[in-house]
Structures are given as structure tokens and as C-alpha cells.
């Protein structure tokens, strides 16, 4: 398929990966809100690694796993939307992005939560917990999004 017909079917894909990604990100949402039901009745508040300790071994086994997943789902998606590498790696971070996003939003409307972009998240539990303000992914993710679109939507250079 030459660029111009790739270029064509990008509006559709990229519509596809980002509703694809906002489903991910509703049940992410949903996921996190039973564990903090569970795990932290009396609210979520994290200040250092510790504080993660609350939940059960056993359990957050299964939540790094979950996480694998995840990524191995956006990964998955992203390999079958392009041909190339650019685009896919392109696509996964799209994707990537969009979920992240959709999924403090989603928290935000079901929990009001976070209180301020300051508040402290634990970010990814692999290969450690990453703890940090929710400011630091919604600004990342937010360039990236717009960085991975741009490479996904500009054309193939010729060869």
C-alpha cells in the first residue's frame, strides 16, 4: 500500500485505538476502584512505597500481572493497526497515552479523585511501585499523545 492509502485509512485507526483505549481505561478505573474499596476503606493516601504494603502479597502478585497485561494488550492492538514499525510503535504509545489519560479522568468522575494534580499516585507496581504526583503522567502522556499522533498521521518519507 503506498503512503497516500495509508494515509487514508489513519482517521479510522486512530479513532479505533483511541476507543479501544478508553475501554481499557473504564475497566483499569473500575479495577482500581474495587482494590481501594478493599484495600483502603478509609481513603487512598500514599506518601511512600510503604503504604502499598496494605494489600495482600497474593493480590499484588495478581495486580502485576494485570499490568503485564495491560501493556501486552496495548502493544497487541498498536502491531495490528500499521505496517510499520514507526506507526505501531507510534500507535502503542497513542494508545498507551489515551488509556492513561481516560483513566484518571474516569477516577476523577467516579471518586473525585485526585484532589489536585499534586496528589500522589502509584503510577506502575513493575519491576517496584512508582510513586508520584498525578501532574507527572497527565503532562507526559499528554505530549506524547500528541507527539505519537503527529508520527502516526505525517507521511512515509519515500524510499
Known amino acids: 500500500m503506498n503512503s497516500e492509502g495509508q494515509a487514508k485509512n489513519n482517521p479510522s ?3 479505533t485505538l483511541a ?3 478508553v475501554a481499557m481505561a473504564l475497566v483499569e478505573a473500575a479495577v ?3 482494590l481501594r474499596e478493599l484495600y483502603y476503606p ?3 493516601l500514599i506518601r511512600t512505597t510503604a503504604d502499598v504494603a496494605v494489600i495482600p502479597s497474593g493480590i ?5 500481572w494485570r499490568e503485564a497485561a495491560t501493556i501486552i494488550m496495548l502493544a497487541a492492538v498498536a502491531h495490528l493497526a500499521f505496517g510499520d514499525l514507526q506507526r505501531k510503535v507510534a500507535a502503542f504509545f497513542w494508545t498507551f ?3 492513561d489519560l481516560t483513566y484518571y ?3 476523577f468522575v467516579f471518586l473525585s479523585w485526585p484532589a489536585s494534580l499534586f496528589t500522589l499516585d502509584i503510577y506502575f507496581l513493575i519491576p517496584w511501585p512508582w510513586i508520584g504526583p498525578v501532574l507527572f503522567p497527565v503532562a507526559l502522556f499528554s505530549i506524547i499523545a ?8 505525517k507521511p512515509k518519507s519515500e524510499s
Open 97 to 99: 497515552s489515551i488509556w
Open 105 to 107: 479522568l474516569s477516577l
Open 32 to 34: 482500581v476502584i474495587y
Open 146 to 153: 500528541v507527539v505519537s499522533l503527529w508520527f502516526i498521521i
Open 60 to 64: 499484588l502478585n495478581v495486580e502485576l
Open 42 to 44: 478509609t481513603g487512598f
Open 19 to 21: 476507543v479501544y483505549a
Open 13 to 15: 485507526k486512530i479513532i
